[in-house]
């Protein structure tokens, strides 16, 4: 009898598909997945990217999808509001008995498929990204309402609680989630495509370097992400600019709302050693992190994990994150493949860029150990803890 699986998405995500394709080609396992919206697909303005954005590799390829007429007034995958795929009913009444997998609660249209599901007799499995560490920043009254609504409600159609990591699974602990209700399903990247393009050696490293148009010999730091208030990019670019080491080089990729405070910085400042690469796509990014030699990034707590560790250390790089960053209990082992500091000290975060550069071996030997730490993040992890659940 074959295992089935259905995946609720709100849309189609760069990191997910490479993972239903894989766990399609699982012997004995059916996957159905579910998209609200086709954002995305299609030249599309990204709001946070702030620009179009259409991703270059294939995210519908390799697995079986459908996607479901959204009757809300206004779409959108940016309002709680925005998804109103009432067909989801139907289908999970009709379905198969199966694995139900909702990636989180920030639509109406999760509740509505958690209830839905566990009341049409499917196991109900919910993967969220929530940080414990966010949590408690919050008033004890909206953590009382939060523990009624979550803990007391919402959680009491759930049947596991996939965690992503530490800070996740001590979240669902704090509601109440008892252990054996909780699986490991950590938030992993293709790691398969990014160590593929690890640089075999130096030489190559250099005529990537050239193809980027990066100075051949720099020490470079590179930042992923969007150019956004909680990836805190001008944190980076002030610790850059008080570092003052002549063979440094700063790459941030990306693009977002605070590019022209950040082009204006760069002016006052007058960094001739910084670049915007603007949007990067998925096909390309790969390149910039293996032309670089630490990754860093200064993101708050509203970073619930922060997927750009997890590239950055599948090829090879050391890395700098921010204590409130989600990923940081579980990918940064201080001193060992990295550092953190703690968020908005700006100070400690040139300290710990400075001691990177100035020992030479420090990147290989730290990127090296990156590359062990992230072995378990990988969809190969995921299936396997997948196929230990059984449809009721």
């Known amino acids: 009898m074959n295992r089935r699986f259905i995946f609720l998405n709100s849309h189609p995500i760069q990191y997910f598909a490479p993972l239903y394709a894989k ?13 609200c919206s ?7 303005i990204d709001r946070q990217f702030n620009t179009s954005v259409a991703w270059d590799i294939p995210i519908l390829d390799g697995y079986r999808c459908r996607f479901l007429k959204n009757h809300a007034s206004r779409p959108s995958v940016y309002s709680f509001w925005g998804l109103q795929n009432w067909g989801i009913i139907p289908f999970l009444w009709k379905a198969p008995k199966s694995i139900l997998v909702v990636n989180g609660w920030g639509y109406l249209i999760c509740l509505v498929a958690i209830v839905a599901g566990n009341l049409s007799g499917h196991t109900v499995c919910l993967r969220g990204e929530s940080p414990i560490s966010r949590e408690q920043k919050k008033t ?8 009624l609504l979550l803990g007391k409600m919402l959680f009491r159609f759930v049947h596991r609680f996939l965690y992503i990591g530490k800070q996740n699974k001590a979240f669902y602990q704090f509601y109440g989630v008892s252990e054996k209700k909780l699986v490991f399903s950590p938030y992993a990247v293709d790691n398969e495509r990014f160590q593929g393009l690890i640089p075999k050696n130096a030489d190559e490293k250099k005529r990537l370097r050239q193809s980027l148009g990066l100075p051949e010999n720099a020490s470079i730091i590179l930042y992923s992400g969007k150019y956004m208030a909680k990836k805190r990019p ?11 080491i002549p ?15 950040m082009e204006a910085f760069i002016r006052e400042r007058r960094l001739n050693n910084v670049r915007l690469t603007g949007f990067v796509n998925q ?26 560790v997890n590239e950055a250390m599948n090829l090879g790089l050391p890395v700098i994150a921010s204590d409130e960053v989600g990923c940081a209990q579980d990918l940064v082992r201080p001193g060992e493949n990295g550092f953190t500091y703690p968020v908005g000290d700006i100070d400690v975060l040139r300290e710990k860029i400075r001691l990177l550069i100035r020992d030479k071996n420090g990147p290989a030997q730290f990127g090296r150990a990156s590359l062990e730490i992230i072995r378990p993040y990988s969809y190969d992890v995921i299936i396997q803890h997948l196929k230990t659940l059984e449809a009721r």
């Open 38 to 44: 086709d954002q995305g697909l299609d030249h599309q």
């Open 283 to 308: 096909s390309e990014i790969p390149r910039y992190y293996a032309a670089a030699d630490i990754f860093v990034m200064c993101s708050d707590a509203d970073e619930t994990w922060g997927l750009s």
């Open 23 to 35: 766990l399609s080609k699982e012997k004995g396992v059916e996957v159905q997945v579910l998209y």
């Open 140 to 147: 004890p009254r909206s953590i009382g309402l939060r523990k």
């Open 234 to 244: 001008l944190d980076l670019l002030e610790a850059f600019a008080r570092l003052q």
């Open 247 to 261: 063979d440094g080089h700063l790459v941030m990729v990306g693009e977002g709302e605070l590019r022209p405070q």
